[in-house]
Structures are given as structure tokens and as C-alpha cells.
């Protein structure tokens, strides 16, 4: 009697393990499944997750094979990497995987499979995620991202089309004055071809005079050619090292004409020896030629208009820490620098347009006078120079101050930094 009850009572404890167990599987929050590898690899094992994720029930499951349930590219990758799991005999992770049915659609799935060997009996056991959210996630990102990258480039085509515009529009200001630079070496070179032409005696001493005149009228008359050519030059950003004082002193040449004209006094202060810097020479150019023209037109009411041009190289110290900085190549502590402070004695900026002065096509010039672009693409070609550009009225008496900020590459210790001159602060 006793042994009947315990009998009966020990089945009621398999039938509730066996209930608890198929409760367990059935709430667990990953697909589970296993197949009989010597039965030609049907399952025998279906869980409710798995349901949910292929759309096919348990009861349509048990028993069949992969091919019975996927498509004919899934059942067949599935056989390979169950056979593969086999080989292996243990554990094998699929980071990703697709399952392609015809109610859910494709699905992808991160998979464990592991072998479990019995006596005359392979079981291939795999437990998935379903990781269809987070992989479209994914794509989603990587075209948002493409578009992202078409969309810059498509910026970058528009600034170097507004920096040309620009480009156009100082060569445009120029042309005079350089006209007027180019005569004077064709003057010379008429009066010593008219010289030479009217006859001259084997020892006449102007002769080497003469020819090494004209020879310095072509070679200044070539700078000038050449350096129009190189600004009007349209391309891509291409950096070369560049010794800082000749970029500056080939745009003062250029604009010698407009110094002359307004009766401008320079004075030069560099102090960067053995320092170079990594630069596009035809569009820093342009930075100078606005900056500098800017500067000249400020002090078109200036009874003795002077302007100070200062280069130094520095060593940053102490430059607060940007955690918020966006730029990959944000300025630092230790870096090398070299820096240009473009200081005149003219109108300065306007409390009102201080805030409107780099928006494109803000201009105080007469109509016509300006495109307005000048300042934001002077901003904009510093910027593709890993560089800082600002504009600020001087502290003490009247005019502004540039500053141009650029990395630099020194052959030797930096100097630290250079004395503010009176009148050229920032």
C-alpha cells in the first residue's frame, strides 16, 4: 500500500518536473531549439520565443528538418554550421546570422550551438537572439552616416566654390594695381631694348647695367604674373611647407600698388626663424590678401594710416581643455604654433556688426564694393588649416586686430612667446 503511494507519488514528481522544465523553456527570453543529428538533424526540441521569432509553431516544428521550414540557402547554411558545430565539439558562437521564412521575413539572429554527445545519439542544441533591431539599427546608422559623408562632401564642393567667388573677387580689386606693377618692369624693358637697339660700342659700360636692369624687370614682372596665376588657381586644399614671413611678403608685393596708394606705412616685426608651416600656399594667400586689404580700406580716413604685421612662433600653454570640442584637431597645450596679428589704426568694428562680421554676404562697403563673403571664407580656408582665425578691436586707441593661429613645424625650440607690441593687442 505504502509502495503504491510512493510509486505514484514519484511519477506525479517527474510528470511536474517535466512540467516545470517545459514551463522554463517556454518563458525564456532567447530562442531555444535542438535537433536530433542522427535523425537527419530533425528537431526535437521547439521553444515559444522561437515560435515568435520564425512565426512557426511548435507542433509544425517537431520533427522536420530545415529544409521543410526555410529556404533552401538557409536550410543548407544551417546543415553546414550544425555539421561544423559537430566537427568542432563545443561551443561555437555565430555572431550573425539571417533566418529567411516566409511569415517573418528575414531575421537575424545571434546563435551558441553546442554538441551533446550520447551513446549512440547526437544532439546539436542552439540558443538565439534576435538581433533584427539592433542590426537594421545598424544599416540605418551606416546610410545615415553616408549621407552625412555625400552631404559633407557636397559642403566641402560649396565653400571652395564660395572661397574661388571670393578668389575672383579680390583678383577682380587687384587688377589695377597689378597692372600698374607689371608696366613699370615693361617700361624698363622698352628703354633698354630702345637702348640697345640704336647701337652700342663693344665696351660701352651701360651694357651690363642695362641687361641686369632688365633682367630684374622680368624676373619681378614673372613674381607678380605667376602669383596672380597661383591665387586664381581653383583646386583642393594641397598643403606644402612654407616658410610663413615669404608667404606674407609675396602677397605684400602683390598689394604694393594699394599700400602705395593710400599712403600706408608698414611696419614688420617677425620673429619665427626656422619655422615652417604646412599650408595651401595660393588660398593662404587669399587669407592675406583679405585680411590685409580689409585692413587698408579700414583706414581709408586715416590721416598717417599704419599698419603692423607681426609673425612669431609660440609654444600654447595653458589653453583650457574643449570637452566638448567636436574638432579633432582642436588647438592644445604644446602645440607649435605660428602667429600672424595683422593690427591697423582705422575705424575698427562696430559694437553692432561684431557679431554679423564672418555671416556670408555681410558687408559694410558701398553696393558693389564687396561680395561680403571675404571674412567668412578668410575663417573658413584658416579652419582647413587646422588653424583659429579672429577679429577683434584693439584695446587701446582705434582699429582692429587679426589674428591667425597655425600649427607649425619648428627645425628648433620655439622662442616662447613674443612681447605684445602697444597697440596690437588682442
Given at each position: 500500500?505504502?509502495?503504491?503511494?510512493?510509486?505514484?507519488?514519484?511519477e506525479?514528481?517527474?510528470e511536474?518536473?517535466?512540467?516545470?522544465f517545459?514551463?522554463?523553456?517556454?518563458?525564456?527570453?532567447?530562442?531555444?531549439?535542438?535537433?536530433d543529428?542522427s535523425?537527419?538533424?530533425?528537431f526535437?526540441?521547439?521553444?515559444?520565443?522561437?515560435?515568435?521569432?520564425?512565426?512557426?509553431?511548435?507542433e509544425d516544428?517537431?520533427?522536420?528538418?530545415?529544409?521543410?521550414?526555410?529556404?533552401?540557402?538557409?536550410a543548407?547554411?544551417?546543415?553546414?554550421?550544425?555539421?561544423a558545430?559537430?566537427?568542432?565539439?563545443?561551443?561555437?558562437?555565430?555572431?550573425?546570422?539571417?533566418?529567411?521564412?516566409?511569415?517573418?521575413?528575414?531575421v537575424?539572429l545571434?546563435?551558441?550551438?553546442?554538441?551533446?554527445?550520447?551513446?549512440?545519439?547526437?544532439?546539436v542544441?542552439?540558443?538565439?537572439?534576435?538581433?533584427?533591431d539592433?542590426?537594421?539599427g545598424?544599416?540605418?546608422?551606416?546610410k545615415l552616416?553616408?549621407?552625412?559623408?555625400e552631404?559633407?562632401?557636397?559642403?566641402?564642393?560649396?565653400?571652395l566654390?564660395?572661397?574661388?567667388?571670393?578668389?575672383?573677387?579680390?583678383?577682380?580689386?587687384?587688377?589695377?594695381?597689378?597692372?600698374?606693377?607689371?608696366?613699370?618692369p615693361?617700361?624698363?624693358l622698352v628703354?633698354?631694348?630702345?637702348?640697345?637697339?640704336s647701337g652700342?660700342?663693344?665696351?660701352?659700360?651701360?651694357?651690363?647695367?642695362i641687361?641686369?636692369e632688365?633682367?630684374?624687370?622680368?624676373a619681378?614682372?614673372d613674381?607678380?604674373?605667376?602669383?596672380?596665376?597661383?591665387?586664381?588657381?581653383?583646386?583642393?586644399v594641397?598643403?606644402e611647407?612654407?616658410?610663413?614671413?615669404?608667404?606674407?611678403?609675396?602677397?605684400l608685393?602683390l598689394?604694393?600698388h594699394?599700400?602705395n596708394?593710400?599712403?600706408?606705412?608698414?611696419?614688420?616685426?617677425?620673429?619665427?626663424?626656422?619655422?615652417t608651416?604646412?599650408?595651401?600656399?595660393g588660398k593662404?594667400?587669399?587669407?592675406?590678401?583679405n585680411?590685409i586689404?580689409?585692413?587698408?580700406?579700414?583706414m581709408?580716413?586715416?590721416?598717417?594710416?599704419?599698419?603692423l604685421?607681426?609673425?612669431r612662433?609660440?609654444?600654447l600653454?595653458?589653453?583650457?581643455?574643449n570637452?566638448g570640442?567636436?574638432?579633432?584637431?582642436?588647438?592644445?597645450?604644446?602645440?607649435?604654433?605660428v602667429i600672424?596679428e595683422?593690427?591697423?589704426?582705422g575705424?575698427?568694428?562696430?559694437?553692432?556688426?561684431?557679431d554679423?562680421?564672418?555671416?556670408?554676404?555681410?558687408?559694410?562697403?558701398?553696393?558693389?564694393?564687396g561680395?561680403?563673403l571675404?571674412?567668412?571664407?578668410?575663417?573658413?580656408?584658416?579652419q582647413?588649416h587646422?588653424?583659429?582665425?579672429?577679429?577683434?578691436?584693439?584695446q587701446?586707441?582705434?582699429?582692429?586686430c587679426?589674428?591667425?593661429?597655425?600649427?607649425?613645424t619648428?627645425?628648433?625650440?620655439?622662442?616662447?612667446?613674443?612681447?605684445q607690441?602697444?597697440?596690437?593687442?588682442?
Open positions: 500500500m505504502f509502495g503504491k503511494k510512493s510509486k505514484k507519488t514519484e506525479e514528481r517527474n511536474s518536473r517535466v512540467g516545470i517545459e514551463e522554463i523553456v517556454d518563458n525564456l527570453p532567447v530562442a531555444l531549439f535542438a535537433k543529428a535523425d537527419d538533424f530533425r526535437i526540441l521547439w521553444n515559444k520565443k522561437q515560435e515568435e521569432i520564425t512565426t512557426i509553431k511548435s516544428a517537431i520533427g522536420k528538418k530545415d529544409s521543410q521550414l526555410f529556404s533552401p540557402d538557409s543548407e547554411y544551417f546543415r553546414e554550421m550544425d555539421e558545430v559537430i566537427k568542432k565539439g563545443r561551443l561555437v558562437t555565430i555572431p550573425e546570422e539571417i533566418v529567411d521564412t516566409e511569415g517573418a521575413g528575414e537575424y545571434r546563435t551558441l550551438k553546442l554538441p551533446i554527445f550520447r551513446e549512440n545519439r547526437t544532439i542544441v542552439g540558443i538565439s537572439e534576435d538581433i533584427t539592433r542590426v537594421k545598424r544599416e540605418q546608422l551606416e552616416n553616408r549621407n552625412l559623408s552631404t559633407n562632401r557636397e559642403l566641402e564642393v560649396t565653400q566654390q564660395l572661397i574661388q567667388a571670393e578668389k575672383l573677387e579680390s583678383i577682380g580689386r587687384l587688377a589695377a594695381g597689378v597692372a600698374h606693377e607689371v608696366k613699370n615693361l617700361a624698363l628703354m633698354g631694348v630702345e637702348y640697345l637697339s652700342i660700342k663693344p665696351d660701352d659700360p651701360n651694357v651690363p647695367v641687361l641686369a632688365m633682367n630684374d624687370a622680368i619681378r614682372a613674381r607678380i604674373v605667376r602669383g596672380l596665376v597661383d591665387l586664381s588657381s581653383n583646386r583642393k594641397e598643403k611647407s612654407t616658410d610663413p614671413v615669404e608667404l606674407c611678403e609675396h602677397v608685393l598689394l604694393r594699394e599700400v596708394k593710400h599712403s600706408v606705412t608698414i611696419t614688420k616685426k617677425y620673429d619665427c626663424e626656422d619655422t608651416i604646412q599650408v595651401d600656399r593662404f594667400e587669399q587669407v592675406f590678401l585680411v586689404t580689409n585692413a587698408i580700406h579700414a581709408t580716413d586715416c590721416e598717417s594710416p599704419e599698419l604685421i607681426s609673425i612662433s609660440e609654444t600653454t595653458n589653453v583650457p581643455r570637452e570640442a567636436r574638432d579633432a584637431h582642436h588647438l592644445r597645450s604644446g602645440d607649435h604654433v600672424f595683422i593690427t591697423d589704426n575705424s575698427g568694428i562696430a559694437t553692432g556688426d561684431m554679423k562680421i564672418f555671416d556670408p554676404f555681410f558687408t559694410t562697403k558701398a553696393t558693389g564694393a561680395t561680403g571675404g571674412l567668412s571664407v578668410v575663417r573658413k580656408i584658416v582647413l587646422e588653424g583659429r582665425f579672429s577679429l577683434t578691436n584693439r587701446s586707441g582705434s582699429g582692429a587679426a589674428k591667425i593661429m597655425i600649427p607649425s619648428p627645425k628648433s625650440l620655439t622662442k616662447g612667446p613674443f612681447p607690441t602697444p597697440g596690437a593687442d588682442l
